[in-house]
């Protein structure tokens, strides 16, 4: 199955989070085995950029569309084969210890099923 | 009822949630297994008539219900086969892919039929294994990601097999309402890929705690029934038959889980508060506390095993919360007289509890045994420490104790005002007419100008 996993920063980081893991371990350890797909770091919210089409015209906005205390610094597409090892993979994220993870399920649109490939 | 119909009632009650559990492991999926269970049960009624009642009840119904799962995936994924040539031809023929009836539903029914059947569980299904078949039940009913209303709940049905009317009707809710949530934590063990097993080992321990608090809210939703009056129509007598589910099922996780000293411990607790049951309610349908219940209504029995169960748990030295708590409800069941309580070993043991839980409520209890222990104003200055805690703001019970050490203390002036305090806050019936029996009590010897 496939999770999106956000990857957020919260207002309320501890102030010894322990024994946190360092990055390039989990990056080695889930990219490595597969566990992960896709996934990168993103600009922060002043960077981001609100498209909507409304009666016909592309309006653009500056900034996030939602003022949430938690920010959505990254992403990673996760291949678990249940939730629990997804989990397990979050659990073991070093943002796990300092922000905070979302997991959402794919929900297939399955747009690429019945669709045959030949001419 | 015939002797048929007695032996699969007693098969019901003894082997429904193994019955359940070896077919979910085998399919991955709680609500097929749960259909086809109720099937299996249905077909025994009518077959062990003709046939006489099986050597193996059990093996038989199991076998039953995984031949109808079985036999329903097949048709489910022939059907599937069906749709997908149906959306391949519509599509030669100019169609729009996937635009007929039913595409809608983004997870048609037949990918997950064609998932279950290469389920790793059929391959799997050979030596029986009814243990870890339950401890997977189990575990997946109580996935913390599940709501707590729904774990709860689900727990409940796959363990009695009780319908969803009788859960409905336990738990006080409109059966409408129940149905709902069953059904919803059931679609999101699917939508979220949780699978019929054991966690593994890393998240073993907090899994653990998350299945004894599920059976610890079925408990006390239970043995709280005990404590309010019995005149809802008959609804309190399936709220508090609870307690007898939750006292079953946490001997079942407690012999399931025989390395984890607090299942053991949890299961103490239970026995040891529940042997208090039938001392909670006095003739008038009024909740007695502790200290003023007739000792002699305490089952010995059951307090015999709590606390045999709980030196069990303790023999291991690592103790935990439920343990705790066990040993506080140990010494109140070992003392022959309320006045007979030890009440340094119990302030001792809140110290600890705290310690583990930073629970307010149980900073609250904490200030009742210091009362006890080195009098009514020293458990007033604990108590106004705790007092401050967001979680009590609304808690009847926080001005309730107020009010006990204020008359204790000799102040009833000031207990009568916290004692309406908390009647204007109380939301359950039987702590209301305690709480209005005090009162009375107290305005009766009260100067008449208050």
Not at chain 2, 229 to 248: E, F, I, Q
Request: proline share 6%; charged share 25%.
């Amino acid at each position: 199955m496939r999770y999106l996993m956000l990857v957020l920063s919260t207002p309320d980081a501890p102030a010894e989070p322990g024994d946190v893991p360092r990055i390039e371990d989990w990056v080695r350890d889930t990219y490595d085995t597969g566990r992960a797909v896709l996934g990168d770091r993103l600009r922060p919210p002043a960077d981001a950029v609100g498209v909507q089409v409304r009666a016909g015209e592309v309006i653009v906005t500056d900034g996030p569309f939602s003022e949430t205390k938690e920010v959505v610094a990254g992403f990673d597409v996760l291949d678990a084969p249940d939730l629990d090892e997804a989990i397990r993979i979050a659990a073991a994220h070093p943002m796990a210890y300092t922000g905070a993870l979302e997991l959402r399920p794919f929900w297939p649109l399955g747009l690429d099923d019945g669709v045959p490939t030949e001419a | 009822m015939t002797d048929v119909g007695q032996a699969v009632s007693a098969a019901f009650r003894d082997e429904w949630p193994r019955v359940l559990a070896a077919v979910a492991r085998s399919t991955g999926d709680l609500d097929l297994a749960e259909d086809c269970a109720q099937e299996a049960f249905a077909v025994a009624l009518r077959t062990w008539e003709r046939d006489g009642v099986p050597d193996r009840p059990g093996a038989w119904l199991t076998t039953t219900a995984r031949n109808r799962a079985l036999d329903r995936l097949r048709r489910r994924a022939v059907e599937a086969q069906k749709t997908a040539t149906a959306a391949r031809l519509a599509y030669r023929a100019g169609g729009v892919p996937g635009a007929e009836a039913g595409a809608a539903e983004p997870d048609p029914v037949g990918d997950t039929a064609v998932r279950t059947l290469d389920h790793a569980g059929w391959a799997a299904v050979g030596p029986e294994e009814p243990d870890g078949d339950l401890l997977r039940l189990v575990f997946t009913c109580c996935h913390p990601a599940l709501p707590l209303e729904g774990r709860v709940a689900l727990t409940l049905r796959s363990l009695t097999g009780m319908t969803t009317a009788q859960v409905a009707r336990a738990f006080l809710v409109p059966e409408t309402t129940m149905a709902q949530r069953l059904t919803r934590t059931k679609r999101k063990i699917h939508a979220t890929g949780i699978s019929f097993r054991v966690p593994p080992a890393e998240l073993l321990h907090e899994r653990v705690s998350a299945v004894l608090a599920v059976l610890y809210v079925l408990f006390t939703q239970g043995y709280d029934g005990w404590s309010e009056p019995a005149d809802d129509a008959g609804g309190t007598a399936a709220r508090r038959a609870l307690g007898d589910d939750a006292v079953r099922a946490a001997r079942l996780v407690a012999r399931l889980l025989p390395d984890e000293p607090e299942a053991t411990g949890l299961l103490a607790l239970l026995l040891l508060q529940y042997s208090r049951r039938e001392a909670r309610l006095d003739l008038d349908g009024v909740p007695v506390v502790l200290d003023e219940q007739d000792r002699s209504l305490w089952r010995e029995d059951e307090i015999a095993e709590g606390l045999a169960v709980l030196d069990d748990a303790l023999a291991n030295h690592r103790p935990g919360p439920y343990q705790v708590q066990a040993a506080i409800a140990a010494l109140h069941a070992r003392a022959a007289t309320a006045d007979d309580t030890d009440w340094a070993e119990i302030t001792a043991l809140y110290d600890v509890l705290l310690d583990m839980t930073r629970s307010p409520v149980v900073a609250l209890n904490r200030a009742v045994a210091v009362g006890r222990l080195r009098g009514s104003e020293a458990g007033l200055i604990v108590l106004d420490e705790v007092a401050a805690a967001p979680e009590l703001a609304t808690y009847h019970l926080l001005p309730a104790v107020r009010a006990d050490l204020l008359l204790r203390a000799g102040r009833p002036e000031e207990a009568a005002a916290e004692y309406r305090r908390a009647l204007a806050q109380v939301d359950r019936e039987g702590d209301r007419k305690l709480l209005r029996r005090r009162l009375a009590e107290l305005s009766a010897s009260l100067p008449a100008e208050l």
